[in-house]
């Protein structure tokens, strides 16, 4: 960790010469960061928020109340795997898993005006993502995360850096470090070619 730097520095950083593209990315998920405003409250402009929470209750209130904080904040705003609720809040665009990643050509061709992301959890899946018209991937775990508990009790390997600079040496398309992410290890990502960082939990202490 670089001292005095928060998450969102040393994200900021990265993105030096991808400055048309936002340096973080929050994931909503309320199981993890119950109260996402304060997060989002918190993140410069330029920011990107992608909205998850697919089980809440209320989703489609929820989201249309992230989405009003980001837009009065200048942050984007995208909606994860429903292009449907997409459209009805007025989003910047749509986050697809890795599992949706085909919906992607057609989601172009229908919102060109839209940014569209999706996640991707190895080398084969940047590889067919760079072959569809997408912004960014969000390329993890990097690290050992609470979001995959397999990764903690070492069942399921992580990326690693070396991952993901095999990862961004493979494609020319801009990717984001996702998984375990910390203020403390943030720093290790320099020089991986990574453009910024995408969390869920690692924004809570910003």
Not at 50 to 66: K, S, V
Request: net charge neutral; aromatic share 4%.
């Amino acid at each position: 960790m670089v001292r005095g730097m928060t998450l969102t520095d040393i994200a900021k950083r990265l993105n030096e010469d991808h400055s048309l593209l936002p340096p973080v990315f929050f994931m909503t998920d309320q199981q993890a960061v119950s109260a996402p405003v304060g997060v989002i409250s918190r993140l410069p402009p330029g920011a990107a928020v992608i909205f998850r929470d697919y089980h809440h209750p209320e989703r489609d209130r929820l989201g249309a109340d992230l989405a009003v904080l980001c837009r009065d904040r200048g942050l984007i705003f995208l909606v994860a795997g429903d292009a449907g609720l997409a459209v009805k809040l007025k989003a910047d665009g749509v986050h697809l898993p890795e599992g949706l990643m085909a919906e992607a050509a057609v989601l172009r061709a229908s919102h060109p005006e839209w940014m569209l992301t999706v996640s991707c959890h190895d080398l084969a899946a940047v590889r067919r993502a760079e072959k569809i018209p997408l912004d960014a991937a969000l390329v993890g775990p990097v690290f050992p995360t609470h979001s995959h508990p397999e990764t903690l009790s070492g069942e399921k390997p992580t990326l690693g850096l070396s991952g993901v600079r095999q990862m961004t040496a493979a494609t020319s398309l801009p990717l984001y470090a996702l998984g375990g992410i910390t203020e403390k290890n943030a720093s290790q990502l320099t020089g991986t070619g990574v453009v910024g960082i995408a969390a869920i939990r690692g924004f809570m202490s910003d």
